[in-house]
């Protein structure tokens, strides 16, 4: 098949990394020619590689779902073979996130903190609200619930829509994760986060905007964690033969 997209899968016996594979093993469109993953029980119908740099297996795309730590070498592989990268782990470090912009020179690299096409439509209308409700004196708050095997927080969704909205003012805000040492009233230039943990909470997100005498809140809850996986695979079909340079969900479903 011409349209066909063969991507490598890494992380691929993680959660995450099983429920692509599980879509994936649906669609037509797309297959999985090699996986990564440090730990392996020969299970799937495709070679596995401990580590990327292993990987000897031409593809049209990396799909991530690993963890922060694997992300030097996911980059230094994608940068020196050209293979375009879907990269969904979250919790990078500030250093990581400068080497995902240097590596964008060399090869398509796809980074969204989010994948699902709803909270990729959030933050496009949270520009809008923003630019009217913050010069109107409402405060800003993001609340972020998530199971409690998470183990970065805020969530990265969080800092998304938080720096959606901060964009949208100027970049004016300054983001505040705790208030427990403070005694003062809340200043008018900030961004609050919040963050729950608890049970298989899958991912839920509010923007709240409090007035004097009224609340606006945007709100999106993922049901499911294939809402991820549906919206990476997307995001791989995208970027099959794309010029070098960083990209995010709303190229992929045209969003301006």
């Not at 990987?55 to 994608?78: E, G, N």
């Not at 080497?99 to 096409?117: D, Q």
């Not at 995001?235 to 992929?252: I, N």
Request: proline share 3%; aromatic share 6%.
């Amino acid at each position: 098949m011409e349209h066909m997209t063969e991507v490598i899968l890494h992380g691929c016996n993680g959660k995450m990394g099983r429920m692509v594979g599980d879509l994936i093993a649906a669609d037509p469109e797309i297959t999985i020619v090699a996986g990564v993953d440090a730990f392996d029980e020969g299970k799937n119908p495709f070679p596995v590689f401990a580590k990327i740099g292993d990987c000897d297996v031409a593809a049209d795309a990396v799909i991530d779902f690993s963890v922060a730590a694997a992300a030097d070498d996911l980059l230094t592989y994608c940068g020196e073979r050209k293979v375009p990268c879907v990269l969904c782990t979250t919790g990078l470090s500030p250093r990581q996130i400068e080497r995902v912009k240097e590596t964008a020179g060399r090869t398509a690299i796809l980074k969204s903190a989010n994948m699902s096409l709803g909270i990729n439509l959030l933050l496009k209308l949270l520009k809008s609200a923003a630019g009217i409700l913050g010069p109107a004196g409402f405060d800003i708050e993001i609340v972020e619930k998530h199971h409690n095997q998470k183990l970065d927080a805020p969530s990265g969704t969080a800092l998304a829509l938080g720096d959606s909205v901060n964009e949208a003012l100027g970049n004016a805000y300054e983001y505040v994760f705790d208030r427990s040492e403070r005694r003062e009233k809340r200043p008018e230039k900030e961004i609050g986060f919040s963050a729950v943990r608890g049970g298989t909470i899958v991912g839920d997100h509010d923007v709240i905007f409090a007035g004097t005498d009224e609340v606006v809140t945007f709100s999106h809850s993922a049901y499911s964690k294939a809402v991820f996986g549906k919206g990476a695979i997307q995001a791989a079909k995208f970027l099959k033969g794309k010029a070098a340079g960083l990209y995010d969900m709303s190229d992929v479903i045209g969003l301006e």
